[in-house]
């Protein structure tokens, strides 16, 4: 069991540009969630899928962000014309059913915008 | 709505001394209750969750936890710190499927 898996780990944009981060879950688990972590803010809650299919988005900026999850094996996060204040290290977490199991996080993507 | 705060941001402690972080929550219900460590470059880590039952809860390291509903606590003790124990500790709530963090605590265990 490799765990949950986040690509990439480090990821540079210039302002504008447009990032996309990616997360295996770990094989079984149900549910999926996206955290932000900075400094300042700590730990955010971004959004959250069960069964593939989004069930809180309420941490999600309106504008600017999106995420999926297409199959049972990956969820995405993209952020649109990144800006400086969206740098941050945004991690993925998995657990068999709900946020009440224990969540497995990854390592997360450390996202810097120039 | 649900919340943590973990009211010291740094603790520093020597080697082989009693540890204990604060956690305070509100929730409307009963909720799950969690603390998770996070090492330097890594993701965070369950330690312990506590939901029912007895309000000491064990975890792993030796690291153990007691609930107070009247004190809306859930404070993290450890009986003797070792240098590994350096990291980032988290206390955490549910009483939905949504986990809501507190800002975290930075131990430091001194020589």
């Known amino acids: 069991n490799a765990g949950v898996i986040q690509t990439p780990r480090h990821k540079v944009t210039g302002k504008g540009q447009e990032a996309t981060l990616w997360c295996e879950p770990i094989s079984g688990h149900s549910a999926v969630f996206w955290y932000r972590q900075t400094i300042v803010q700590g730990l955010e809650f971004l959004t959250y899928f069960r069964n593939q299919a989004p069930i809180d988005d309420s941490g999600m900026p309106k504008e600017r962000f999106s995420a999926q999850m297409p199959n049972q094996s990956h969820s995405t996060l993209k952020i649109q014309s990144t800006q400086p204040q969206d740098s941050a290290v945004y991690l993925c977490?998995?657990?068999?059913?709900?946020?009440?199991?224990?969540?497995?996080f990854g390592a997360g993507t450390r996202l810097s915008v120039l | 709505a649900q919340s943590v705060t973990q009211p010291d941001a740094r603790v520093t402690v020597s080697e082989g001394a009693s540890l204990q972080l604060r956690c305070k929550y509100s929730?409307?219900?009963?909720?799950?209750l969690f603390w998770y460590v996070q090492y330097p470059r890594q993701g965070l880590q369950l330690l312990l969750k506590?939901?029912?039952?007895?309000?000491v809860v064990q975890g792993v390291n030796g690291f153990e936890a007691e609930f107070s509903k009247s004190n809306s606590s859930f404070h993290l003790r450890k009986a003797s710190v070792h240098w590994s124990d350096s990291a980032v500790y988290f206390c955490a709530v549910s009483n939905t499927d949504k986990v809501v963090f507190g800002t975290g605590t930075r131990l430091q265990v001194s020589p």
């Open positions: 929730s409307s219900v009963t909720p799950y």
């Open positions: 977490a998995s657990s068999l059913v709900r946020g009440q199991n224990t969540l497995y």
């Open positions: 506590y939901y029912s039952g007895d309000p």
